[in-house]
């Protein structure tokens, strides 16, 4: 499909370990976002990316949470340390601009729980 | 901090009723979109306003953003089942950063 994909759609972790989770883009869109969403609330943004620079990283809870796109497609979200408020669904969007149109395309998310 | 409140939070309502819902900030967004989110899934762009007191319409769905761009609306005419989501606002806080609302868990009974 030509939609985003996230993987893994589902990570159990133990607290204090390290996870990554992946976003693949729609092929093209130069915007990349990630997103987190606790049960029941709206996405909270924690990151921009245009190309391989993140834009806007401000909101970024601690260094823990860290993000690469280190070629401008595919990126991946870091996280060390992981604490047991960290289990959210994790989104990613990756975004088209036509005209004074913004659009954001999301995948499913990653569900990730901290045990 | 920019913040987006929704209301209301939770609505249940039975089929062919209409229901307006509510995106309320003390802070001016530049644009201001609605997305509808089914369970599993991430957000599905609905639409885009961008001009103070903008009205849209999408079938059954009429998008108004406020005069002042810091609060919007989104009524549903004659709702059905397949209405039931999580309807979020989101703004733009900066360039092409997005601060999404609480969100409004619609539920329609047939």
């Known amino acids: 499909g030509a939609g985003v994909s996230q993987t893994p759609s589902n990570k159990v972790t133990e607290k204090g370990k390290y996870v990554e989770l992946r976003c693949d883009p729609i092929s093209g869109h130069t915007a990349l976002y990630w997103y987190r969403q606790s049960l029941g609330q709206g996405p909270e943004f924690l990151i921009y990316?245009?190309?391989?620079?993140?834009?806007?990283d401000s909101g970024l809870p601690n260094d823990r949470f860290f993000a690469v796109r280190p070629e401008g497609s595919v990126s991946t979200l870091k996280i060390q340390r992981t604490e047991r408020g960290d289990s959210a669904v994790y989104l990613c969007?990756?975004?088209?601009?036509?005209?004074?149109?913004?659009?954001?395309?999301f995948g499913p998310g990653t569900r990730l729980t901290v045990l | 901090t920019q913040l987006l409140e929704q209301s209301p939070q939770f609505l249940s309502i039975q089929e062919g009723e209409n229901l307006t819902v509510y995106c309320n900030s003390s802070?001016?967004?530049?644009?201001l979109q609605w997305y509808r989110q089914e369970p599993g899934e991430g957000p599905v762009l609905l639409v885009t306003v961008v001009t103070g007191g903008e009205v849209k319409k999408l079938k059954r769905l009429t998008f108004q953003f406020g005069d002042a761009r810091k609060d919007s609306s989104l009524h549903i005419t004659a709702a059905q089942p397949g209405d039931t989501g999580l309807y979020l606002c989101a703004g733009e806080a900066g360039t092409y950063k997005y601060i999404f609302g609480t969100g409004t868990r619609l539920k329609v009974l047939a």
């Open positions: 969007a990756s975004r088209q601009t036509s005209g004074t149109t913004d659009t954001q395309y």
């Open positions: 802070s001016v967004f530049s644009s």
């Open positions: 990316f245009q190309g391989t620079g993140a834009a806007d």
